[in-house]
């Protein structure tokens, strides 16, 4: 199941995403349904309603994971799991590390989230830096994760 647009707004409220990080994920939110649109076009199975969702809440619980250590994806997943919505669930906890190199939704999601500094599109070398400057504050976070095929 997935969020019609004002149940995807109540949890943006429910869960009070600030306003900076709304703008963040509505800026995703834009450059995956481009992307997204673009691959349907070419024929590629994408759900736009599900990449449009899962754009728009992937950092729902960025706030409470700052600074502590704890996997905001993997948190949001857990929480969108809990209202019902497994596929944007799924999507979300992938918005940060992919399980699969598989050319759907969480790629989407995951690819758009790079590419959107704050609120602006950028190069894939200055938002790595930037993610780089601002999370990789130790010898563990610069290790490289291995993905799962």
Same mark, same amino acid.
């Given at each position: 199941?997935?969020?019609?647009?004002?149940?995807?707004? $109540? !949890?943006?409220?429910?869960? @009070?995403?600030?306003e900076?990080?709304?703008?963040?994920?509505?800026?995703?939110? @834009?450059?995956?349904?481009e992307?997204?649109?673009s691959?349907v076009?070419? %024929?590629?199975?994408?759900d736009?309603? !599900?990449?449009?969702?899962?754009? !728009?809440?992937?950092?729902i619980?960025?706030?409470e994971?700052?600074?502590n250590g704890?996997?905001?994806?993997l948190?949001?997943?857990?929480?969108?799991?809990?209202? %019902? &919505?497994?596929?944007?669930?799924?999507?979300?906890?992938?918005h940060?590390?992919?399980?699969?190199?598989? !050319?759907?939704?969480?790629?989407?999601?995951?690819y758009?989230d790079k $590419?959107?500094?704050?609120? $602006?599109?950028?190069?894939?070398? @200055? @938002?790595f830096m930037?993610?780089?400057? $601002? &999370?990789?504050?130790?010898?563990?976070r610069?290790?490289?994760?291995?993905h799962t095929?």
């Amino acid at each position: 199941m997935i969020p019609a647009p004002e149940d995807t707004r $109540r !949890l943006i409220d429910l869960y @009070r995403m600030p306003e900076h990080i709304l703008v963040h994920s509505v800026m995703v939110c @834009r450059v995956a349904l481009e992307i997204s649109t673009s691959l349907v076009s070419s %024929g590629h199975d994408i759900d736009l309603r !599900l990449v449009e969702a899962s754009s !728009l809440l992937h950092d729902i619980c960025k706030m409470e994971c700052l600074g502590n250590g704890k996997d905001h994806a993997l948190m949001g997943k857990e929480l969108l799991h809990r209202h %019902g &919505y497994p596929s944007v669930g799924d999507v979300v906890g992938q918005h940060v590390r992919l399980i699969a190199l598989s !050319l759907d939704e969480a790629m989407v999601v995951n690819y758009a989230d790079k $590419r959107v500094m704050h609120t $602006r599109v950028v190069s894939l070398d @200055r @938002r790595f830096m930037d993610l780089m400057e $601002r &999370y990789g504050t130790d010898d563990a976070r610069h290790q490289p994760k291995p993905h799962t095929c």
